[in-house]
Structure formats: C-alpha cells, structure tokens
C-alpha cells in the first residue's frame, strides 16, 4: 500500500461546480496534512492546512479529515478556470524526520 | 517578506557531470528540505537540513549531498549524474516550530542529464 494515494484523474468540472478531491493515507499516526495546487510548470503552493478532524473552510477552499478512516478531502466550491491545476496531498512523517510524503497528485481541469 | 529563491532556473549536463543547485530560506526560516520532481509524479523527499547538519533523509544514494550556511541558504550537490536524475528540483523552508510545520517550496531548478 503506497504512503499517500489520491484518487486518480484528471477530473475534469464545469465552470461554478463543486471539485471533490481525495486523499488517503498509511500512517495512522499522522497528524498533520497539506494540500499544495501546482500550476504546469510551476513549484507547489501550499493552499490548506489541516490539523483536528471535521472541516476546515478557507474561502471557496475546504478541507476535511477523518483520521479514523485515514482520509482526507479538499472541496473547492464555485470552480473556476483557473483553479484548473495539479493539487498534492502531503502528509509529514514516516521514517525520515523532516519528510513530507506526497501522493501522486490529481490533475483538475475547469471547463468554462 | 522574502520568499524561497532557487538558483539557477534551468539546467543541462550531460551524464557523469556534478551539479550544484542553490537555494535560500524565506525570511525566518531556518530549516531547508529537497525534493525532487520527476514529470507526472508528487515531490520525493531528497534530506533535510536544521542548524547546518543533515535532519533527515529519503531513499537517495550518497552521490546526492548537501549543506547549510550560517544564513540558513542551502546547496544540493549531485555527482555522476544519471539520465533518471532529470527532474525538476525543489527547495522548501520551513520554521522548526511542532508537530509538524508547514513547507513552502521555492520556483524549482529545472535539471536535464542527457
């Protein structure tokens, strides 16, 4: 089982929908997790952080934790065009302090 | 406030040649991680550095090194390069503040081994 899957793409929305982007995880003794979105070509930005299970809301951007089930899900409500990119689910931990553990990142496309 | 700046943007070398990237921390931050990049995958976790010494360290061999100065800026050297070793390289700084803090990544240094 890899460290970090996310569900594969690309996923392709329509302009104003809601964009459901998921992640799961191995280590059951992760605490932290990061969504990072990455344009073609570009480095990743970190756009959410999340720390207690339930949901965390930065503007059209939500994040939701379940640690219980090991699953993590970015929602971003009123998709636009350019929110059309690769978003990274990272979780910190493993066997190397320091490390961030990146899944395989789903590639979003928003369609006017 | 100075974000994370990586030298130089692009790079190409052929196999068996070194390489130095270079990179330095966003204001406050004293802690320098690499990852590297290849195309269609998430960032892989090269090491860490806090304080000068190596903090960590993924599942890359020797021949992939580095170091911390005193200003917390940072270098990744690779020697005999391979042609897998093409990828985008990234720097992230972060503040060593726990459990586990956030990392942001600089522009990249874009390696091409042919």
């Known amino acids: 089982q890899k460290e970090v899957e996310q569900n594969s793409g690309p996923l392709s929305v329509p302009e104003g929908a809601i964009a459901s982007l998921n992640c799961t995880y191995s280590d059951r003794g992760s605490q932290s997790f990061f969504w990072y979105r990455q344009y073609s070509g570009k480095s990743p930005e970190l756009i959410m952080s999340?720390?207690?299970?339930g949901d965390k809301e930065d503007g059209r951007f939500t994040a939701q934790l379940n640690k219980a089930s090991q699953y993590v899900s970015l929602l971003i409500r009123d998709s636009q065009p350019s929110d059309s990119a690769t978003y990274l689910c990272?979780?910190?931990?493993?066997?190397?302090?320091?490390?961030?553990?990146f899944g395989q990142g789903t590639i979003l496309t928003v369609h006017p | 406030e100075t974000g994370v700046t990586q030298s130089p943007t692009h790079l190409i070398k052929t196999r068996g040649q070194q390489v130095t990237l270079r990179c330095s921390s966003q204001?406050?931050?004293?802690?320098v991680s690499w990852y590297q990049q290849a195309l269609g995958q998430g960032p892989q976790f090269i090491f860490q550095?806090?304080?000068?010494?190596?903090?960590g360290r993924g599942n890359f061999p020797p021949r992939f090194s580095g170091l911390q100065f005193p200003n917390y800026s940072s270098e990744l050297n690779v020697n005999a390069l391979e042609l897998d070793d093409s990828a985008l390289y990234l720097c992230?700084?972060?503040?060593?503040?726990?459990?586990?803090?956030?990392?942001?990544f600089g522009p990249g240094t874009r390696l091409t081994v042919l």
């Open positions: 990272a979780v910190p931990g493993g066997t190397s302090y320091g490390k961030l553990t």
């Open positions: 204001s406050g931050h004293n802690t």
């Open positions: 550095y806090y304080r000068e010494e190596e903090n």
């Open positions: 992230a700084s972060s503040s060593p503040r726990p459990p586990n803090p956030e990392q942001f």
């Open positions: 999340i720390y207690s299970n």
